[in-house]
């Protein structure tokens, strides 16, 4: 029922800036929450940051003050504005809908690489 399409990943120097964009499709965007996740090869998929449906928001200690989470409701998009990135960002970034009821686990994405190297 929820499609999502991400954008803007790339390479970029360390301390450089990107920002990701995930378009959803679907309805009642405004009752899901909004999740940025990543995965680097050979590691897990971690979250790397949450936006609630009332604003409130999450992030992973190692990008805290650094990443941005924000989501446009009228545009059905969710942000991440990446700053200060370092090589340690690399990695593929997905998009996360998630509802309580409809679907706690969420849809995805599917993914765009982000690739932090001088």
């Known amino acids: 029922q929820v499609q999502l399409v991400e954008s803007g990943g790339g390479l970029v120097q360390p301390g450089g800036s990107l920002r990701l964009s995930c378009v959803a499709s679907?309805?009642?965007?405004?009752?899901?929450?909004m999740g940025w996740y990543r995965q680097a090869p050979g590691k897990q998929r971690d979250m790397v940051a949450i936006?609630?449906?009332?604003?409130?928001?999450d992030y992973a200690d190692s990008v805290k003050g650094r990443f941005t989470i924000s989501r446009d409701n009228n545009k059905n998009t969710a942000y991440l504005q990446m700053t200060s990135l370092k090589p340690e960002d690399t990695a593929v970034y997905y998009c996360n809908a998630a509802h309580p009821r409809w679907n706690p686990v969420g849809y995805w994405g599917q993914g765009t690489q982000v690739t932090v190297s001088s």
């Open positions: 679907g309805r009642d965007f405004s009752t899901f929450y």
């Open positions: 936006v609630a449906t009332d604003g409130t928001k």
